[in-house]
């Protein structure tokens, strides 16, 4: 697929058009300005990937969280710079995915990796991470430590899911521990440190730690499911990527209990486009999809019961419908 076929491919995303709209604004301009370096390459490459259209979920949930805990104009700016914070980290952590995984494609386009190389790539990795933590660094010692944990979490989930690559004996608990960590922990430290800087009581703080931790792991499942039911123009990427890269998706993992075929093909070094298919075809048919499904409505459930503890607000019903989107991606 060319560059220009590729860049008009967009996913198929969840439409955040909230009442946070401002602040989301207030986002991108910081997210701008954080992006500017000294050296220009870093600034065009940061920009390359964090200004293409990522879908800023967990930017929203922050600041929808912030604003259901009663948070006031009083210290918008801290929830703004937050928002900042979580999103840098994680397209910090999209560069150095993409070198690991030798990523040719990102959001529809060419990856960083594929532009601009490998040393470029990592190194501007590590410039958005400084970037966050220097957002982070004039808040007290409490919230600091949610953000640290939260990077270190990302870097454990990502060796984790190095050891079971290829790996057919990974199991259930496994893959949950991967995403845990690899996906959900920004969201949980987003949605924690939102409720905290509104001034939520503690019992708050964890109920909005929880819906974050399983808004995440919602988020994750229905990216795994689309990305074996999707097409390639709903995505903006091959079909497949996971099986290629040997990582180990939902359906992939759910599926390898029953069937002897899928298990031979995910230990297999690499695989043929002609496999990568036969593959798709089998998970598509199996029960695996339905079930990775369930589980996504599971975990939706749950974050929308920890929702719950906050008052009825506009801002609430907003989260709520931010979940709805999240699992209608795949209903």
């Known amino acids: 697929m060319n560059s220009a076929r590729a860049a008009s491919a967009r996913p198929k ?12 604004e207030r986002v991108e301009d910081r997210l701008r300005a954080a992006l500017t370096s000294r050296e220009a390459l870093l600034t065009e490459i940061s920009n390359y990937l964090v200004l293409s259209g990522g879908k800023r979920v967990r930017p929203a949930v922050a600041l929808l969280v912030y604003r259901a805990c009663g948070g006031s104009d009083g210290r918008l700016g801290d929830i703004v710079d937050v928002a900042v914070a979580l999103e840098l980290i994680h397209s910090a952590s999209l560069l150095h995915d993409d070198i690991i995984d030798g990523s040719t494609f990102r ?20 410039f958005l991470f400084g970037q966050a933590y220097h957002l982070c660094a004039r808040f007290d010692e409490r919230l600091i430590h949610w953000a640290v944990q939260a990077c270190i979490a ?35 430290a987003g949605a924690r440190t939102a409720a905290y800087l509104a001034g939520a009581g503690e019992p708050v703080i964890e109920a909005m730690a929880a819906a974050g931790e399983h808004v995440g792991l919602t988020f ?18 091959p079909v497949g990527i996971d099986l290629r890269d040997g990582n180990p998706s939902l359906p992939v993992v759910l599926a390898l209990r029953d069937d002897a075929e899928i298990r031979t093909l995910f230990e297999k070094p690499s695989l043929s486009d002609g496999e990568v298919g036969a ?30 503890r906050v008052p009825e607000s506009s801002f609430r019903t907003q989260l709520l419908g931010l979940v709805e989107q999240l699992v209608e991606r795949v209903s």
């Open 279 to 308: 593959m798709l075809g089998r998970l598509r048919r199996s029960p695996a999809i339905e079930q990775a499904r369930r589980l996504a409505h599971e975990h939706a459930g749950a974050s929308r019961e920890a929702l719950l």
């Open 154 to 188: 990302l870097t454990e989930g990502e060796i984790m899911q190095g050891r079971f690559r290829r790996n057919p004996q990974v199991t259930l608990d496994d893959y949950f521990e991967i995403v845990s960590r690899k996906t959900a922990s920004l969201f949980q």
């Open 13 to 24: 995303q969840p439409e955040i058009s909230f009442s946070v709209a401002t602040e989301l």
């Open 107 to 126: 959001r529809g386009r060419d990856s960083a990796l594929r532009r601009f190389g490998l040393a470029e790539t990592l190194v501007a990795g590590d």
């Open 220 to 237: 994750q499942i229905i990216d795994d499911v689309i990305d074996v039911t999707g097409t390639e123009a709903e995505i903006g990427k």
